[in-house]
């Protein structure tokens, strides 16, 4: 996987399907369905960003990823509910080291939609897109010590917790200590039943 790979196929990302989920592109038409879990502070508790203070501004927010979509340097996909054509969150890569053969991974959820198995779910689709379409070696991903439910979401698709960076983040005022969880290729193959290359 070269930059110019990874920039042609986020330009127009292709629609993931799961039993229950259709992860695609966000679109503008999202931002009540983005606002109803962005504006509500136990969602974004653990997360770099505070909540979305109006609608307006998450149809802004929005509008600006259709720039970056167009650039080819965004890599997350909505969260839609299948039967309900409902955007319930967001879930994809945060960002790539091509040199290395690796990613990490992030994802938020409508609070709505907790303890039902979705974020495994969709966090299980995106690392088999991750290793059996890009290519990957290791895929990570992060949460802030206290977001248990976040590490379970970690351990529930197959990654290992390797340990914690203290005090490595300022965010909201204060220093966060971040939990590091990761799957390698080979692992992941192996638990979900994958043909090795």
């Known amino acids: 996987m070269n930059h110019d790979e990874l920039t042609r196929i986020f330009r127009d990302p292709p629609e993931i399907e799961t039993p229950r989920l259709i992860l695609r592109r966000m679109r503008k038409t999202d931002s009540a369905d983005m606002y109803e879990y962005a504006r509500d502070p136990a969602v974004s508790e653990y997360l770099l960003w505070q909540p979305h203070e109006s609608?307006?501004?998450?149809?802004?927010y929005l509008n600006y990823l259709q720039t970056r979509y167009r650039?080819?340097?965004?890599?997350?996909?909505?969260?839609?509910?299948?039967?309900?054509?409902?955007?319930?969150g967001t879930c994809?890569?945060?960002?790539?080291?091509?040199?290395?053969?690796?990613?990490?991974?992030?994802?938020?959820?409508?609070?709505?939609?907790?303890g039902m198995g979705v974020a495994p779910e969709a966090v299980?689709?995106?690392?088999?897109?991750?290793?059996?379409?890009?290519?990957?070696?290791?895929?990570?991903?992060?949460?802030?010590?206290?977001?248990?439910?976040?590490?379970?979401v970690m351990e529930k698709v197959g990654m290992t917790y390797e340990g914690t960076q203290r005090d490595s983040l300022f965010v909201k005022g204060r220093y966060v200590s971040v939990g590091v969880c990761a799957v390698l290729e080979n692992e992941f193959r192996s638990l979900y039943g994958f043909p090795h290359p």
């Open 55 to 60: 609608e307006a501004y998450t149809r802004r």
């Open 71 to 88: 650039a080819g340097d965004f890599h997350d996909w909505a969260v839609v509910w299948r039967d309900a054509d409902k955007m319930i």
């Open 92 to 114: 994809g890569f945060t960002s790539f080291r091509l040199d290395a053969n690796s990613a990490e991974i992030g994802y938020v959820l409508n609070r709505s939609y907790w």
């Open 124 to 152: 299980r689709a995106v690392l088999r897109f991750g290793f059996l379409e890009l290519r990957l070696h290791r895929i990570e991903a992060r949460y802030m010590i206290g977001n248990d439910r976040s590490r379970r």
